[in-house]
């Protein structure tokens, strides 16, 4: 039977102790060894975009319930158990243990800051006085669409700045409380963050939230994700030999 | 909108935000095991990009026109850009908006993995990436 492959446990979790199962999935382990995969019996069509969904609420409950996960990349398929030893689980069987020890106590959190953009442009406007000249003279006979590009495009230089100012500025407590972070889109609409945070940090992470949310005034809103699996730093885990977690994400 | 409380969602709630966060990111097997996807999917997020890029630009272009302190200025600058955007001459100040999503998406989706329709799509943002080291001097020598 055609299995999806989901994620990557340790062989001890094969059970998944206090995982709430999404109903369109029936996952189990399969396990080598140390380690196991997260696996389901393959839909008898293509995959969609709709299989995403469950694909990513099985690994949320297995963060959820406490467990460390390795999530695989969706659409990963394997033709049976043995591939699924063979290929994936024995070839790389310390790494993947080491790994999944390097993330034991961490989640991934992430940060969506959609800004206003009147709100922004305003701020800037009222900050700059060249912005307000070059306005001004737009006022002139024979000013034309470049002039006009050229406003545009030095409005929007400056609310870039004033918006990473202000993410900088609003971050700076999650910043403080994350082992680390990366920012995975930006324009001037959207910032988009991930922070790799300690578990027993997530009530913190969530009052900074709560506190960032009350200083946004009509600046900004926020959306706030997680807890995930640590997608945005799998190729920056620390897996060393000795994984003590106080001393291991010190930089 | 709650000012007290934070309300933290389990996951996105959008499917396409959900693509976002699984497509091409976690764990590669390099083996046979892996398939790539069919690409109805990655037409849908393609689209979804598109749409929100430019409505993206539809709203700032708005919001610069604001900044127009001369009354008769409002009623020709935004009619005017839009006009220009329609022929398909504002490509030059939409680039910025499409740029950042195509590049992103392409993060998403890894580049090298589609099919020739794909590739060839992709090409066209990164070439305009390129482009916009220098687009002040270009577009607007009068600025200084």
Known sequence: MVLLVHGILRAEDADLPGVGLPDALRPRAVTAGPVGALVSPAPDRELTAQDAEPHLDL???????????????????????????????DPEAGLLEQRLAAVADLIELRLDVVFDTDASVAAVRDADPDLRRMAERLGGPGVGLSERLALGEATATR????????????TAELEELAERSAVLHGDEQLRRIAYLVRRDRLDDADAAVSRLQAALGNRARIEYIGPLP????????????SPEPASQWGW | MTMTTASRAPRPSSLADVLDVVLDKGIVIDAYVRVSLVGIELLTIDA???IASVDTYLRFAEAVNRLDLQPSEQ?????????NMREGGARTKTKGALTGAKESIKETLGIGGGDD????????????????SAPASRRAPARG
């Open chain 1, 59 to 89: 690994l949320i409950a297995v963060v959820a319930a406490g467990l460390p996960v390795l999530p695989v990349a969706f659409g990963t398929v394997a033709p049976d158990d043995d591939a699924v030893r063979e290929e994936v689980l």
């Open chain 1, 159 to 170: 609310v870039a700045e004033h918006q990473s100012a202000l993410v900088e500025e609003w």
């Open chain 1, 230 to 241: 640590v997608y945005s730093f799998l190729d920056d885990l620390d897996v060393g030999p």
């Open chain 2, 48 to 50: 979804r990009i598109v």
């Open chain 2, 75 to 83: 009623v020709a600058g935004l009619p005017g850009l839009m006009d």
């Open chain 2, 117 to 132: 329709d794909e590739d060839e799509r992709e090409e066209q943002p990164a070439e305009r990436r390129r482009d916009r």
